[in-house]
């Protein structure tokens, strides 16, 4: 019975913790990626 609360709790955690994701603007080319005008990175998604 402990393991599965300890399994409970862990998943818990995972759930409430997750981290946000923002869009953000601009096309993508045929590779997936895009350069930031602002800074003038080219990354992939």
């Known amino acids: 019975m402990k393991i599965v609360f ?3 709790m862990t998943w818990s955690v995972f759930a409430v913790s ?4 923002f869009a953000h603007g ?4 045929s590779n997936g990626c895009h350069t930031n005008h602002k800074t003038g990175d080219y990354h992939c998604h």
């Open 6 to 8: 300890t399994i409970l």
């Open 18 to 21: 997750g981290s946000s994701a």
């Open 26 to 29: 601009g096309g993508t080319d």
